[in-house]
């Protein structure tokens, strides 16, 4: 059998192994708190902690003292839907759970966009959305099924004409898209490091300072400026630290590169196979992001089939059943369809030779599962 292949890079990526590196020392003889501000220990803690948040600030194009560190993106975002209060809330059905449960939860007035049929917002949509007690704009960056990348910097200008704060949930695009906070007009961003090749368990909130006040959803002694208590995870805010100074370096090949293996995976499927269906556009997509239907075949049979490639299907699991994927149904697709949906995340390991092999494979079973069919 063919080692296993890793393709679902929008779930988690492997830890690069500078990042390890960074991170060891932090997890042996460097153990100090952070917040400890007697001794060497908690000063060289704090000390790389401030690295680290300058790091994710410069990637963000953000000022450090305006990023929040959390245990990841779904508190982030929790944080800044919660930590606002607001009134009237405008997002999309096509969210993250992470956004679309809190929004849920917070119990205020919320008007939830249907996308147009490529996964992107109408702008014209938003503009109308918008009512005079509206306080919160929360849109995506990019989507984890479909690879969708918003038009950012449009919903910022639009946000700040009307005076409305924008939140904007970036776990999927930071550090695989530029993403600028001033530029784009973003006042929170919410952004995760185990999707960026650090670990897992540590992600940050930045937060327009000047122009946004969130109440802390955790009390408890203060840590980061008063908006999240807690004693930091320092191995993992070095390693977050690591991995976007890596991007910051290396982000613009790196999108070159997957998109040219997304594009072969693509050819390749699309050379072998008839009846498949891409989901969201291409012109407005992650580099390593890839959504297909396969006509005929349900997406669940079809990953058993292949044991040696990690890929994901386009469901949601839910605590009573396997249901189709809310973002497949937003922008139109039948359930049947959305059953065969196969979601393909290729990521800075992947070679051609895994690439090819996978397409050969997909290719491979997909004919045999459709000839097994009830006429």
């Known amino acids: 059998m063919h080692p296993p292949i890793y393709l679902d890079h929008h779930a988690t990526t492997p830890v690069d192994p500078r990042v390890l590196e960074a991170m060891l020392p932090w997890l042996g003889p460097k153990f100090g708190n952070a917040a400890s501000r007697s001794h060497r220990f908690g000063w060289e803690a704090e000390k790389a902690v401030e690295l680290a948040r300058r790091r994710v600030a410069a990637l963000a194009g953000a000022s450090a003292r305006e990023i929040v560190f959390t245990s990841g993106a779904t508190e982030a975002n929790n944080l800044a839907i919660k930590g606002l209060g607001a009134r009237h809330i405008v997002t999309m059905a096509t969210e993250h759970k992470a956004v679309l449960d809190p929004v849920r939860r917070l119990g205020c007035a919320a008007t939830i966009l249907q996308p147009r049929p490529d996964g992107r917002i109408d702008l014209d949509a ?12 929360s849109v995506m960056a990019a989507n984890n099924e479909i690879g969708t990348v918003q038009p950012v910097r449009e919903i910022g200008a639009i946000c700040g004409e009307r005076g409305v704060v924008f939140h904007c949930d970036a776990a999927q695009a930071f550090g695989k898209i530029a993403i600028d906070v001033e ?18 368990g540590v992600g940050a909130l930045y937060v327009r300072r000047r122009r946004v006040r969130l109440e802390a959803q ?106 189709p994927s809310h973002v497949l149904r937003a922008i139109g697709l ?7 949906a196969v979601r393909f995340g290729v990521g800075r390991l992947n070679t051609e030779e ?22």
């Open 354 to 375: 895994e690439i090819d092999y996978t397409a050969g494979r997909i290719a491979e079973a997909v004919r045999r599962l459709r000839a097994l069919r009830p006429v």
């Open 218 to 323: 955790m009390d408890g002694g203060g840590h980061e400026f008063g908006m999240r208590s807690g004693t930091l995870n320092v191995p993992a805010i070095v390693g977050f630290g690591e991995a976007c100074a890596i991007a910051a370096r290396e982000m613009e090949a790196e999108e070159a590169r997957l998109g040219g293996l997304r594009d072969r995976l693509l050819a390749a499927l699309a050379a072998r196979l008839e009846d498949i269906r891409v989901n969201g556009t291409m012109e407005h997509r992650l580099p390593g992001n890839l959504n297909i239907c396969f006509e005929g075949v349900d997406a669940e049979s079809l990953l058993m089939s292949l044991p040696e490639i990690a890929l994901s299907t386009g469901s949601a699991c839910s605590s009573a059943a396997v249901e």
């Open 126 to 137: 938003l503009r109308a959305a918008i009512r005079p007690e509206t306080d919160l704009v």
């Open 183 to 200: 530029a784009d007009g973003i006042d929170l961003l919410s952004v995760s490091a185990h999707k960026m090749y650090g670990p897992k």
């Open 334 to 340: 039948s359930e049947e369809m959305a059953r065969a």
